[in-house]
């Protein structure tokens, strides 16, 4: 059964990776949001998701976004000026394991 999880999780990786074509360098990144993500979808012979076996309740999947989309990130007053813009552009490149932004 580790195995098989093992195997699951890699290949989930790997579509993340390759559905944005990044091949190297998100690669820890991607492994780290299909482990969250495998534990709130459904298998294929599966009646309700492991989370909600765990917790008892449905899991809450309106934050999840798509990985490797356009992100902007929020630059702190304290790293710019005046004139600077308040954020950056940036990939996204997962889930913080802490909070749900």
């Known amino acids: 059964m580790a195995e098989r999880a093992n195997r699951t999780l890699i290949g989930t990786t790997i579509g993340l990776l390759f559905a944005r074509r990044e091949r190297v360098g998100l690669g820890g990144e991607a492994l780290a949001t299909a482990v969250p993500l495998r534990n709130k979808i459904l298998g294929r012979d599966e009646e309700v998701t492991p989370e909600e076996l765990f917790l008892g309740k449905q899991p809450f999947v ?27 552009e940036a990939t996204c490149g997962g889930y913080d394991q802490g909070c749900k932004a």
Request: with cysteine.
């Open 62 to 88: 309106a934050f999840l976004i798509t990985f490797g989309c356009k992100a902007w990130v929020h630059v702190p007053s304290l790293k710019k000026t005046k004139l600077e813009p308040k954020a950056v």
